[in-house]
């Protein structure tokens, strides 16, 4: 079992910068891809921001790709989200998630919701125009 519980969040002005923070409980951190996800108002939750379980590999939803960045501490079972350059459209609750160990080789991370086993509670950010 993994709780996970997210940071970090608040008002920014555009262009400005914010970094997320996800503590997951547990030592088994290490063995879980990990993920972050957003979701406005009357929208489905989108795919972010991915990492495998080592941090080997990241993956990027266009929208964000070379503003935000994706990391993991697995010392600290700790994920983490620098959000750089923020835009409007970039105000949403942003989650933290966790992919339960599969079969999947040490490389892998998933970018759709239905994957991931374990989400944080959220953590508002809004960016002012």
């Known amino acids: 079992q993994v709780r996970l519980v997210e940071s970090g969040g608040g008002l920014v002005q555009a262009g400005g910068s914010l970094r997320l923070s996800c503590a997951a409980s547990g030592r088994t951190f290490s063995l879980y891809p990990m993920g972050w996800f957003r979701q406005t108002p009357g929208k489905e939750r989108e795919f972010v921001a991915a990492?495998?379980?080592?941090?080997?590999?990241?993956g990027y939803a266009d929208s964000v790709k070379g503003r935000f960045t994706i990391s993991r501490d697995n010392a600290k079972s700790a994920l983490y989200l620098q959000l750089n350059s923020l835009k409007p459209d970039d105000t949403a609750v942003y989650y933290c998630?966790?992919?339960?160990?599969?079969?999947?080789?040490?490389?892998?991370?998933?970018?759709?919701?239905?994957?991931?086993?374990?989400w944080g509670q959220g953590t508002q950010v809004t960016v002012s125009a």
């Open positions: 998630a966790a992919d339960a160990p599969k079969s999947y080789s040490g490389n892998y991370y998933s970018t759709e919701v239905g994957e991931y086993d374990y």
């Open positions: 990492i495998s379980r080592s941090g080997g590999s990241t």
